[in-house]
């Protein structure tokens, strides 16, 4: 039996781990966090190989096109790579404010140091072996990232105003505010005016942007800024 594909895969399990640091940093270095892996099994190295550039080019496209985080990919050192590893694979990104890298996810090829008969002995059928007895050690990769990746999206963006969200993970995109309304406002004008920044909102949900009109009474212009700047909203609208 010939496997071309996975022969194992776990692409969804989020495990939460335990870790063992004396020094924390919220979400960079936690003593627990969650962790998203996947394990995968091939019958040839050039199939792994493979594998584990598209998984770490996956996590790229996480990091640059929905957290605009830019990073680089690379190949750590063998005092770096995962211990007992063939090679490790990584996405490195750079803080400005503390002028430090950061490991941003990591894409493992283990080799067949895990599925040798002395390890796990992980193997499948030789399909080249004419009388189907041959058996073939397995080729796996290890792959994840974890709870980190919110970490280094803050350190990024945010500021010292708190926390800024790229527009494409903000809860809320926009926020239209009304404007010009004051106690002198009759309540038919307040109603057309509240009425016309709901009907944005809508027409803005139509084409997939997450909008919200902000028709609080009792709060200023001025304040639902601010507010929904707190509140990391990427454009206001009066």
């Given at each position: 039996?010939?496997?071309q594909?996975?022969?194992?895969?776990?692409?969804?399990?989020?495990?939460?781990?335990?870790?063992?640091?004396?020094?924390?940093?919220?979400?960079?270095?936690?003593r627990?966090?969650l962790?998203?892996?996947g394990?995968?099994?091939?019958l040839?190295?050039?199939?792994?190989?493979i594998?584990?550039?598209?998984?770490?080019?996956?996590?790229?496209?996480?990091?640059?096109?929905?957290?605009?985080?830019?990073?680089?990919?690379?190949?750590?050192?063998?005092?770096?790579?995962?211990?007992g590893?063939?090679?490790?694979?990584?996405?490195?990104?750079?803080?400005?404010?503390s002028?430090?890298?950061?490991?941003?996810a990591t894409?493992?090829c283990?080799?067949?140091?895990?599925?040798?008969?002395e390890?796990?002995?992980i193997v499948?059928?030789?399909?080249?072996?004419?009388t189907?007895q041959?058996?073939?050690?397995?080729w796996?990769n290890s792959?994840g990232?974890?709870?980190?990746?919110?970490?280094?999206?803050?350190m990024?963006?945010?500021?010292?105003q708190?926390?800024?969200?790229?527009?494409?993970v903000?809860?809320?995109?926009?926020?239209?505010?009304?404007?010009?309304?004051?106690?002198?406002?009759?309540?038919e004008?307040?109603?057309?005016?509240n009425?016309?920044?709901?009907?944005?909102?809508a027409?803005?949900?139509?084409?997939e942007i997450?909008?919200?009109?902000?028709?609080?009474e009792g709060?200023?212009?001025?304040?639902?800024?601010?507010?929904?700047?707190?509140k990391v909203?990427?454009?206001?609208?009066?």
């Open positions: 039996m010939g496997i594909k996975p022969s194992y895969v776990t692409p969804h399990h989020s495990p939460s781990l335990f870790n063992t640091t004396t020094f924390t940093e919220p979400f960079l270095r936690t627990e966090f962790w998203q892996e394990h995968t099994a091939f040839t190295k050039d199939e792994a190989d594998e584990v550039l598209q998984i770490l080019d996956l996590y790229r496209q996480v990091y640059e096109d929905l957290l605009a985080v830019p990073v680089i990919p690379g190949i750590k050192s063998e005092k770096e790579k995962f211990a590893g063939l090679y490790t694979t990584t996405l490195e990104g750079f803080v400005p404010t002028g430090r890298g950061i490991q941003a894409s493992h283990l080799g067949q140091n895990f599925s040798r008969a390890m796990f002995n499948v059928e030789d399909p080249n072996d004419p189907g041959g058996k073939l050690h397995v796996q792959w990232l974890s709870t980190r990746t919110i970490g280094v999206m803050v990024i963006h945010g500021d010292n708190g926390l800024v969200l790229p527009p494409r903000a809860s809320v995109q926009v926020i239209i505010v009304p404007c010009g309304i004051t106690a002198r406002t009759s309540d004008d307040r109603k057309k005016i009425g016309s920044c709901e009907e944005l909102a027409k803005l949900r139509k084409v997450r909008a919200k009109a902000d028709l609080r709060y200023t212009p001025g304040y639902k800024f601010n507010d929904w700047e707190q909203c990427v454009i206001p609208f009066c």
